[in-house]
């Protein structure tokens, strides 16, 4: 049986525990509202940039892009972006597990996987568990600037043109909604043509003038597009994180409560039981001294 | 003349402009071109450079970093990596910045040399705008 102290301490410690989780899920929220916010300011650019560049392909020959040529597969690169922080549930090893399924299956079929991580926490996980992995980016998270996406996307590309690379599949964390995020998997390179659907409309490039020239306009507009993939991967992954993070340490604050509770009930009962002993000594002793 | 061009400016990080003028001139790879209510329909890749516009008779200048632009039905959009309003233009930074890719362009590197050349091109620029700006 603990001693009344001990109970009282334990109390203590468990409160503050509390008032941590509950002071980042407040920072987790803000942070949330801001990355949501950037996600939101990307999009326009992004949507115009589909509707061009399913105008521009639709005339194009795929064989006479490096990027939009489909290679017979032999190696496969999968990027695998995890957060640099932990502390956010199961975002993490959603990914993680997800990303060792996709890694095991290219590899039954007989393909060469380099592996290649964005965050701290997938770069650990590899090398754990002694993964050779090709190409590691850390730090990018926090305030998310779009060179970094550039920076990744120049070294995919070149990777892809090289030929080291025949196909390169990104793993990312989606956000879904505050309490939802869905690991999703997207085929970088080579580039399949957007499809028309009905948000954004073709753009008919027979139509316009064009300057310098069609295949100029694509070979500029097609690494940029990965770029943009990448930079919505790194803003969706972002907000997933952050949203994580903020249900993690709510179930977190909302253990901190259930335990205090419980310790309290404890502590009561413990101070009842020294309460009754000491009676039972006040009285033992008046009754001695009665005979 | 009632008729009016709409003119977008968007980056990844957001839109910088949407207003409805009267006149764009912006700088293409191949040239400068100018945009007036009416144009045929038009695409474009942008070098880093200023694009001005026309409204109500006064002149605004803003810094674009390469991107393209897309001219239709009286519609400019352009998309660009990233784009400054002359006002917004932290001259102070862009002279920092100025200074550095001149250190980083006399240590013979060939790959930073390149990186720093259009650093600097985009420091000078930026400067240019802002300075164009005040001189009116």
């Known amino acids: ?291 | 003349m009632e008729e009016k061009i709409k003119l977008d400016i968007v980056t990844p990080y957001g839109s910088v402009l949407s207003e409805e003028v009267d006149e764009v001139v912006a700088g293409g790879s191949e040239g400068e071109f100018g945009v007036l209510p009416g144009h045929v329909p038009f695409i474009t890749t942008l070098k880093i450079g200023m694009l001005d516009y026309k409204k109500d008779g006064r002149t605004f200048h803003v810094f674009v970093n390469s991107g393209y632009a897309e001219v239709s039905d009286n519609n400019v959009m352009v998309l660009a990596d990233s784009a400054e309003r002359s006002e917004d233009i932290d001259v102070e930074r862009a002279r920092e910045a100025m200074q550095r890719a001149e250190e980083r362009m006399k240590k013979e590197d060939d790959l930073d040399f390149v990186r720093a050349e259009t650093a600097l091109e985009r420091a000078i620029i930026r400067i240019q705008v802002s300075e164009k700006a005040r001189s009116i």
């Open chain 1, 1 to 291: 049986m603990p001693s009344l102290r001990d109970i009282k301490k334990r109390i203590q410690a468990v409160k503050n525990t509390g008032k941590i989780t509950k002071a980042m899920k407040m920072v987790a929220a803000a942070k949330l509202r801001k990355a949501q916010d950037s996600m939101m300011k990307m999009r326009p650019y992004a949507d115009k940039m589909r509707s061009v560049l399913i105008g521009l392909s639709e005339g194009v020959e795929r064989e006479t892009h490096p990027l939009l040529a489909v290679r017979p597969r032999k190696t496969v690169e999968v990027i695998v972006m995890t957060s640099d922080k932990g502390l956010c549930g199961a975002f993490n090893a959603n990914i993680l597990r997800a990303a060792i399924k996709v890694i095991d299956r290219l590899k039954s079929e007989g393909l060469e996987v380099n592996i290649s991580t964005i965050g701290r926490k997938a770069r650990d996980y590899f090398k754990r568990r002694s993964i050779q992995t090709a190409r590691v980016w850390t730090g990018l998270s926090g305030k998310i600037v779009y060179s970094s996406a550039q920076e990744v996307a120049s070294e995919v590309i070149e990777g892809y043109t090289s030929e080291t690379t025949d196909e390169v599949i990104l793993i990312y964390n989606e956000f879904r909604s505050v309490i939802a995020q869905k690991v999703a998997q997207v085929k970088l390179l080579p580039i399949e043509p957007p499809e028309e659907d009905e948000d954004t409309k073709a753009l008919a490039a027979g139509d316009y003038l064009i300057e310098p020239s069609e295949a100029e306009i694509l070979n500029r507009l097609l690494p940029k597009n990965i770029e943009i993939q990448i930079f919505r991967a790194l803003l969706e992954s972002q907000a997933a994180e952050e949203a994580a993070r903020m249900t993690a340490m709510e179930n977190a604050t909302k253990n901190t409560k259930e335990m205090v509770e419980r310790l309290t009930l404890q502590y009561n009962k413990a101070r009842q039981a020294a309460i009754t002993a000491e009676l039972m000594d006040i009285v033992g002793g008046a009754e001695a001294l009665k005979q």
